[in-house]
T-cell receptor, first 117, second 115 residues
């Protein structure tokens, strides 16, 4: 159980394109999902917390107009990288938590490797 | 602000030896500490976790210890095998002002197990 599906796994597109990444909890409901960015050989940097039915909470330094997050249902959160540029190229990975308790583990998707040309 | 420090950044051991990874956290309100293993190009996988009311937890060859007073927690892998080679991340969950929580990750430890 507790499977998180992320799509697409890889995107290559031109500068200026907007890219949407989907994160789905397949066998559980997730009121909260998390979006991370990971640079090569580096840690997972939390970008934002996606809350079902309300606005996302962004970490300091993350542009909310650049990285649009929508959590329209209990099983789906989307991250849209608007007007992407080469510096947005990275590995983006989502996670979801089962239940609402703080001491529950997060389950990660497979990640999306975004390359902006 | 919240911070999780992890050491060492790279660890190389001989097959069969033990490996220890140490982390410290800054927020005394943290009460949940998961450990994740990430193989190259793959998703992080939870391998073990510990809650603040427990000092030690073991699962076969993996154990985690927590010292809340010192704000330290450690991962111990015994009888290491080549398939243990991966990047390991410690993390700490903290409550946010809005009543939710977020997880802060350490920088990661790249473990190499030599056959």
């Amino acid at each position: 159980g507790a499977v998180v599906s992320q799509h697409p796994s890889r995107v290559i597109c031109k500068s200026g394109t907007s890219v949407k990444i989907e994160c789905r909890s397949l066998d559980f409901q997730a009121t909260t999902m998390f979006w991370y960015r990971q640079f090569p050989k580096q840690s997972l940097m939390l970008m934002a917390t996606s809350n079902e039915g309300s606005k996302a909470t962004y970490e300091q330094g993350v542009e909310k107009d650049k990285f649009l997050i929508n959590h329209a249902s209990l099983t789906l959160s989307t991250l849209t990288v608007t007007s992407a540029h080469p510096e947005d190229s990275s590995f983006y990975i989502c996670s979801a938590r089962v239940g609402t308790r703080v001491d529950q583990p997060q389950h990660f998707g497979d990640g999306t490797r975004l390359s902006i040309l | 602000g919240e911070n999780v420090e992890q050491h060492p950044s790279t660890l190389s051991v001989q097959e069969g030896d033990s490996a220890v990874i140490k982390c410290t956290y800054s927020d005394s309100a943290s009460n949940y500490f998961p450990w994740y293993k990430q193989e190259l190009g793959k998703r992080p996988q939870l391998i073990i976790d510990i809650r603040s009311n427990v000092g030690e937890k073991k699962d076969q060859r993996i154990a985690v210890t927590l010292n809340k007073t010192a704000k330290h927690f450690s991962l111990h892998i015994t009888e290491t095998q080549p398939e243990d080679s991966a990047v390991y991340f410690c993390a700490a969950s903290i409550l946010t002002e809005g009543g939710g929580f977020k997880t802060i990750f350490g920088a990661g430890t790249r473990l190499f197990v030599k056959a």
